[in-house]
């Protein structure tokens, strides 16, 4: 069964900080690009940052440049999504998944299942 759990949200004070973990399974994921998206409730789901097949020129959403990196460790089949300098408008559901190609985060358009997604949410 194919299958993506995001991990690793939770309550956090503007400023902090959080990692984020996405861990496949029943398929290798180093044979995609993944992307990471998050929701706010009625909102549309919005793309936040991509990593190629190669793990590198990773791509970010404007809002989160500088403050978010991704990475992925395919020995552990878990893409990453690090987190700085969080503000309240990060929080969010966010979810990862494959991606047909790492370009814009914008307009990347992901395929295959959908995990849970985790919360996150920044807030004093």
């Known amino acids: 069964q194919l299958q993506l759990v995001e991990s690793g949200g939770g309550l956090v004070q503007p400023g902090g900080s959080l990692r984020l973990s996405c861990a496949a399974s029943?398929?290798?994921?180093?044979?995609?690009?993944m992307g990471w998206f998050r929701r706010v409730p009625g909102k549309e789901r919005e793309g936040v940052s991509c990593i190629p097949i190669s793990g590198g020129r990773t791509k970010f959403t404007d809002s989160v440049k500088g403050r978010f990196t991704i990475s992925r460790d395919n020995a552990k089949n878990t893409v990453y999504l690090q987190m700085n300098s969080l503000q309240p408008e990060d929080t969010a559901i966010y979810y990862c998944a494959r991606v047909y190609s790492c370009g814009n985060p914008a307009t990347m358009r992901a395929f295959g299942s959908w995990g849970q997604g985790t919360q996150v949410t920044v807030s004093s």
């Open positions: 029943g398929f290798t994921l180093h044979y995609y690009a």
